[in-house]
C-alpha cells in the first residue's frame, strides 16, 4: 500500500544540477528521517543524505558536502536532493529510504523506492 518513489533522474554534463524528487503515498500515519542513498555498478550502496522529519538535522556523505542539499515538503510527504556541481563519480543509482508509520500504533518501518539513475558524463 506504501509507495516510494523517485524521479528527477537523468545524464547531465560535469559540472551540471539536477533535483531529484520521492515522494511518499498510501495510507500514511507519519514520515519520519528520510534520506538518499546511491549505488554504482560493483559498488556498495551509500549514504548520501538524511533528514530529520522537523527538517533541522542534516547529514551528508563528505564526498557530496557542499554541493548537494536535502530538503523535505511534508505537506507533501516529499524529500529533495538538489545536486550541483556534479561530478562524474556521482553516477549511480539514487534511492529514496523512508522511515515511517502506517498508523499512530505500529511499529517503525523502512521503505525504499524503486531507483532513478543519474548519469555523469561529457
Known amino acids: 500500500q506504501v509507495q516510494v518513489v523517485e524521479s528527477g533522474g537523468g545524464l547531465v554534463q560535469p559540472g551540471g544540477s539536477l533535483r531529484l524528487s520521492c515522494a511518499v503515498s498510501?495510507?500514511?500515519?507519519?514520515?519520519?528521517?528520510m534520506a538518499w542513498y546511491r549505488q554504482a555498478p560493483g559498488n556498495q550502496r551509500e549514504l548520501v543524505a538524511s533528514?530529520?522529519?522537523?527538517?533541522?538535522?542534516?547529514n551528508y556523505a563528505d564526498s557530496v558536502k557542499g554541493r548537494f542539499t536535502i530538503s523535505r515538503d511534508n505537506a507533501k510527504n516529499t524529500v529533495y536532493l538538489q545536486m550541483n556541481n556534479l561530478k562524474p563519480e556521482d553516477s549511480a543509482v539514487y534511492y529514496c529510504?523512508?522511515?515511517?508509520?502506517?498508523?499512530?500504533?505500529?511499529?517503525?518501518?523502512?521503505?525504499w523506492g524503486q531507483g532513478t539513475q543519474v548519469t555523469v558524463s561529457s
Open positions: 533528514i530529520t522529519r522537523a527538517g533541522d538535522k542534516t
Open positions: 529510504n523512508a522511515d515511517l508509520k502506517e498508523s499512530m500504533l505500529s511499529t517503525f518501518q523502512e521503505y
Open positions: 498510501g495510507s500514511i500515519f507519519g514520515v519520519y528521517l
